[in-house]
């Protein structure tokens, strides 16, 4: 049986028509291409007011730890474990939020996520126990925070491509500007209103949440369609529908859109073409259709951009649609499958990557909970100029992740060797907390603690796409947001444990400084596991005899 496509009659005018749907066919099934600017800046800046938000409610829960602690008369390992839960809640949803943005939008999740965390931040107020602190602020609060935090950074990359690196570090940013306001905030709500007070204004700021979320506008509305001359499709169809029937004659009939003639011909009936564009369409223009949605940096350094002629046909290489048969719950499921794909374990580079990130991750908070207290309690500063140690953290960390974004775009730079030098050196500098016994060197250290966990944070995304490939990106985030969302649940009820059993800050620091290191040196040989892998790989190509070379950059060891 011969397959003849529609525009057989180039003479005819109706073939022009025919031309013309494939015109309008093609057009309509292109994804929408990012502005790179325009309404991407605005995007932007909400991502950095979000982020600003969230973050900086996260890092700055040391302000209410000690009212916590006398109106409870809890352990430190439970009240740390308050402030803990809604970060590591944040992470360890981001998957289901990544599906959920991918099913309803960005826009929507975002607004309801908003709404989640600023009531839940209310309700706190009135928590009874420890355990419903846990629960309100901690739990729910985190999903709330959940929701606002994925959509604010995929947006940014959904806008971007050529000024991602740009767009994504100004919008990071918002984490460190808000540790530098929420700190010195958050000290004086607590002094004028009390935590109570201070949680229900901090649940009136988060509902700012709505606003900046109803900012992030599906890409699809913002481009026009590139072939604006053609006529209404129903016109088109109508037309050549009427033509085939006059030239044909039908004997079997019709099946998926298709016309079977008498003489044992198909001919393929664009009329549903059109009309399962319009689905398609819808999956085009969602985010995690495109692999390199979490990617932080700019596109165009990457191979799989080098290797196309223009940003369309890239686009167009890392989609990542689901197939014709599977079933609407599949699809909905898509992003979840994706990111909870264990195969992925099996790779000895995504091991390394991803226990360097669990151990940084173990520690990465305890400073920020812990060494305004140590302040506070051994060298006698009031809290209000304690929370001040926070805010010098945080503008260090945000000048930290201005410089990162730009040297992600400078190819001289091996960002692999900063990515594990930040990390080594954060540690070293948390283990000798203990020495330091002045508010100015509490300061000091702040600013390069803020430094160097910035670069490590910054830099993570772009070195999984150089160790593992840009089409596991997804995959790889959606595990590690995992494993990292279990280490911060760990991590700062640990260091209270350990602080309350010794009596003194000592351990607690040389513990978290300790794993913050090791999370670097773990790291320092990835690139050789990356290399062996991929050669030990090839070599089982050649062995299956389906070996092919490929242009991907090869690994230096």
Same mark, same amino acid.
């Given at each position: 049986?011969?397959?003849?496509? *529609?525009?057989?009659?180039?003479?005819? +005018?109706? &073939?022009?028509?025919?031309?013309?749907?494939?015109?309008?066919? *093609?057009?309509?099934? &292109?994804?929408?291409?990012?502005?790179?600017?325009?309404?991407?800046?605005?995007?932007?800046?909400?991502?950095?007011?979000?982020?600003?938000?969230?973050?900086?409610? /996260?890092?700055?829960?040391?302000?209410?730890?000690?009212?916590?602690?006398?109106?409870?008369?809890?352990?430190?390992?439970?009240?740390?474990?308050?402030?803990?839960?809604?970060?590591?809640?944040?992470?360890?949803?981001?998957?289901?939020?990544?599906?959920?943005?991918?099913?309803?939008?960005?826009?929507?999740?975002?607004?309801?996520?908003?709404?989640?965390?600023?009531?839940?931040?209310?309700?706190?107020?009135?928590?009874?126990?420890?355990?419903?602190?846990?629960?309100? %602020?901690?739990?729910?609060?985190?999903?709330?925070?959940?929701?606002?935090?994925?959509?604010?950074?995929?947006?940014?990359?959904?806008?971007?491509?050529?000024?991602?690196?740009?767009?994504?570090?100004?919008?990071? /940013?918002?984490?460190?500007?808000?540790?530098?306001?929420?700190? +010195?905030?958050?000290?004086?709500?607590?002094?004028?209103?009390?935590?109570?007070?201070?949680?229900?204004?901090?649940?009136?700021?988060?509902?700012?949440?709505?606003?900046?979320?109803?900012?992030?506008?599906?890409?699809?509305?913002?481009?026009?369609?590139?072939?604006?001359?053609?006529?209404?499709?129903?016109?088109?169809?109508?037309?050549?529908?009427?033509?085939?029937?006059?030239?044909?004659?039908?004997?079997?009939?019709?099946?998926?859109?298709?016309?079977?003639?008498?003489?044992?011909?198909?001919?393929?009936?664009?009329?549903?073409?059109?009309?399962?564009?319009?689905?398609?369409?819808?999956?085009?223009?969602? +985010?995690?259709?495109?692999?390199?949605?979490?990617?932080?940096?700019?596109?165009?350094?990457? +191979?799989?951009?080098?290797?196309?002629?223009?940003?369309?046909? %890239?686009?167009?290489?890392?989609?990542?649609?689901?197939?014709?048969?599977?079933?609407?719950?599949?699809?909905?499921?898509?992003?979840?499958?994706?990111?909870?794909?264990?195969?992925?374990?099996?790779?000895?580079?995504?091991?390394?990557?991803?226990?360097?990130?669990?151990?940084?991750?173990?520690?990465?908070?305890?400073?920020?909970?812990?060494? &305004?207290?140590?302040?506070?309690?051994?060298?006698?500063?009031?809290?209000?100029?304690?929370?001040?140690?926070?805010?010098?953290?945080?503008?260090?960390?945000?000048?930290?992740?201005?410089?990162?974004?730009?040297?992600?775009?400078?190819?001289?730079?091996?960002?692999?060797?900063?990515?594990?030098?930040?990390?080594?050196?954060?540690?070293?500098?948390?283990?000798?907390?203990?020495?330091?016994?002045?508010?100015? &060197?509490?300061?000091? %250290?702040?600013?390069?603690? =803020?430094?160097?966990?910035?670069?490590?944070?910054?830099?993570?995304?772009?070195?999984?796409?150089?160790?593992?490939?840009?089409?596991?990106?997804?995959?790889?985030?959606?595990?590690?947001?995992?494993?990292?969302?279990?280490?911060?649940?760990?991590?700062?009820?640990?260091? =209270?444990?350990?602080?309350?059993?010794?009596?003194?800050?000592?351990?607690?620091?040389?513990?978290?400084?300790?794993?913050?290191?090791?999370?670097?040196?773990?790291?320092?040989?990835?690139?050789?596991?990356?290399?062996?892998?991929?050669?030990?790989?090839?070599?089982?190509?050649?062995?299956?005899?389906? %070996?092919?070379?490929?242009?991907?950059?090869?690994?230096?060891?």
């Amino acid at each position: 049986m011969t397959i003849k496509e *529609e525009e057989k009659e180039p003479t005819s +005018p109706k &073939s022009n028509d025919v031309e013309q749907v494939d015109r309008e066919l *093609e057009d309509e099934l &292109s994804p929408p291409l990012p502005p790179d600017g325009g309404w991407g800046w605005v995007v932007t800046i909400a991502s950095f007011l979000t982020n600003l938000i969230v973050d900086g409610v /996260c890092y700055t829960f040391s302000v209410i730890y000690n009212d916590l602690l006398e109106h409870f008369e809890a352990g430190k390992a439970e009240t740390a474990l308050v402030g803990a839960l809604v970060p590591g809640v944040y992470l360890l949803v981001g998957p289901i939020v990544g599906a959920l943005a991918n099913k309803f939008g960005c826009r929507i999740v975002a607004v309801i996520g908003s709404v989640i965390a600023a009531v839940f931040f209310v309700l706190s107020a009135f928590s009874s126990s420890i355990v419903m602190m846990q629960l309100t %602020y901690g739990v729910l609060g985190g999903v709330g925070f959940g929701l606002m935090y994925l959509p604010s950074i995929v947006m940014v990359g959904h806008y971007f491509d050529k000024r991602r690196a740009l767009a994504t570090g100004i919008a990071v /940013c918002g984490s460190g500007m808000g540790t530098f306001v929420f700190a +010195p905030l958050g000290s004086y709500l607590v002094r004028e209103y009390g935590w109570k007070g201070c949680n229900v204004i901090i649940g009136a700021i988060i509902l700012n949440g709505i606003a900046f979320g109803a900012i992030y506008r599906p890409l699809e509305d913002n481009i026009p369609s590139r072939n604006k001359k053609l006529p209404p499709k129903s016109r088109i169809m109508e037309s050549i529908a009427e033509e085939k029937k006059r030239i044909r004659q039908l004997s079997v009939g019709s099946s998926n859109g298709a016309v079977i003639t008498s003489d044992n011909e198909i001919i393929v009936n664009s009329s549903s073409q059109l009309g399962a564009s319009a689905e398609l369409k819808k999956e085009l223009a969602k +985010p995690f259709t495109r692999s390199d949605v979490l990617y932080t940096g700019s596109v165009t350094n990457l +191979p799989e951009y080098k290797s196309q002629k223009d940003m369309a046909s %890239y686009v167009q290489s890392i989609l990542s649609l689901p197939k014709g048969e599977d079933s609407r719950i599949r699809r909905s499921l898509k992003v979840i499958l994706e990111m909870f794909d264990f195969s992925l374990l099996k790779s000895g580079t995504f091991l390394v990557l991803a226990a360097s990130g669990t151990l940084v991750f173990l520690g990465l908070y305890t400073p920020f909970v812990y060494v &305004s207290q140590k302040a506070i309690t051994q060298l006698g500063v009031n809290p209000e100029k304690a929370s001040l140690i926070l805010s010098v953290l945080g503008i260090c960390n945000t000048v930290s992740r201005i410089l990162a974004g730009w040297l992600a775009d400078r190819r001289w730079i091996d960002l692999l060797v900063i990515h594990n030098v930040a990390a080594i050196l954060a540690g070293a500098a948390t283990a000798i907390v203990p020495l330091l016994n002045s508010y100015e &060197s509490l300061c000091v %250290y702040a600013a390069f603690f =803020g430094v160097n966990i910035a670069a490590f944070i910054a830099l993570r995304s772009i070195v999984f796409v150089e160790m593992l490939g840009l089409k596991k990106l997804n995959n790889a985030f959606g595990l590690t947001s995992l494993f990292q969302g279990i280490a911060v649940l760990i991590g700062s009820p640990l260091s =209270g444990a350990l602080l309350e059993k010794t009596g003194s800050y000592t351990i607690s620091f040389v513990v978290c400084g300790a794993l913050i290191a090791l999370g670097g040196i773990i790291c320092l040989p990835v690139r050789k596991v990356a290399a062996c892998e991929q050669a030990r790989e090839e070599r089982e190509k050649e062995k299956r005899g389906i %070996y092919k070379k490929t242009p991907t950059k090869e690994l230096q060891v």
